[in-house]
């Protein structure tokens, strides 16, 4: 069936540089994607998210990117911190399920 | 600060037992999640309650799991008997009534399986 996947699996960045998740998604019909950030041991937390009738969305830090046109979503990380690490998910809420499906995930290794 | 309680944080089990799990959502939330999610995957939707209501169940393979929210409030997911496929991370989330399409899915800690 349609699923959000990911690019790449790991990515490592040194402290302070900005970091670039990025997510493809095969549904048209979704309508809104968020991003969740999962340290290990812990559930999933919620770090931002967008609708389908918006391309960008800024947070603390944090920006995503949505290009509707080749369903890519990204997350942008500025000023990388030793605390991002983590594993960051996508997830898509199809229009009218009101469910979230998940990506598999992008490993983010912060080094000083 | 409220959050989705989860219990045991840890199990580990022979295959052909039975395990349990147990979540508390955060007060007044509605719907609640259980999820699976499998070392080094997103996680998986099992089934999704509306109050004591099952909504969405298509993901849970109804031979083994069973999952209840008698009261509307507290849930359990159990498992018999295990296999060894069955290791993973099993997450609880809660939210307002039908409000996963706006990001207000609360997640607890999980409880992670471990099946020999």
């Known amino acids: 069936g349609e699923s959000v996947g990911l690019h790449l699996p790991t990515l490592s960045v040194q402290e302070g540089d900005n970091s670039i998740i990025n997510c493809a998604y095969s549904n048209s019909a979704s309508d809104y994607f968020i991003w969740y950030k999962q340290e290990s041991g812990k559930g999933p937390q919620f770090i931002i998210d967008?609708?389908?009738?918006?391309d960008k969305r800024q947070g603390q830090r944090v920006t995503v990117l949505l290009n509707k046109t080749v369903k890519h979503l990204s997350l942008q990380i500025a000023a990388t911190q030793p605390g991002d690490s983590a594993v960051y998910f996508c997830?898509?809420?199809?229009?009218?399920?009101?469910?979230?499906?998940f990506g598999a995930g992008t490993r983010l290794a912060v080094h000083p | 600060e409220a959050e989705v309680a989860q219990s045991p944080r840890y199990k580990i089990t022979e295959k052909s037992q039975a395990v349990a799990f147990w979540c508390d959502p955060i007060s007044g939330h509605a719907t609640l999640y259980w999820y699976r999610q499998i070392l080094g995957q997103g996680p998986e939707l099992l089934v999704q309650?509306?109050?004591?209501?099952?909504?969405?169940d298509s993901q849970l393979p109804k031979d083994r799991f069973s999952a209840e929210r008698l009261k509307g409030v507290d849930s359990t997911l159990k498992i018999q008997p295990a296999e060894l496929g069955d290791s993973a991370m099993y997450l609880c989330?809660?939210?307002?009534?039908?409000?996963?399409?706006?990001?207000?899915?609360?997640f607890g800690e999980g409880s992670r399986l471990t099946v020999l």
């Open positions: 967008i609708r389908s009738n918006m």
């Open positions: 309650f509306q109050d004591e209501s099952v909504v969405d």
């Open positions: 989330a809660s939210s307002w009534r039908g409000r996963a399409g706006t990001g207000e899915l609360f």
């Open positions: 997830a898509e809420n199809i229009s009218g399920y009101n469910k979230l499906i």
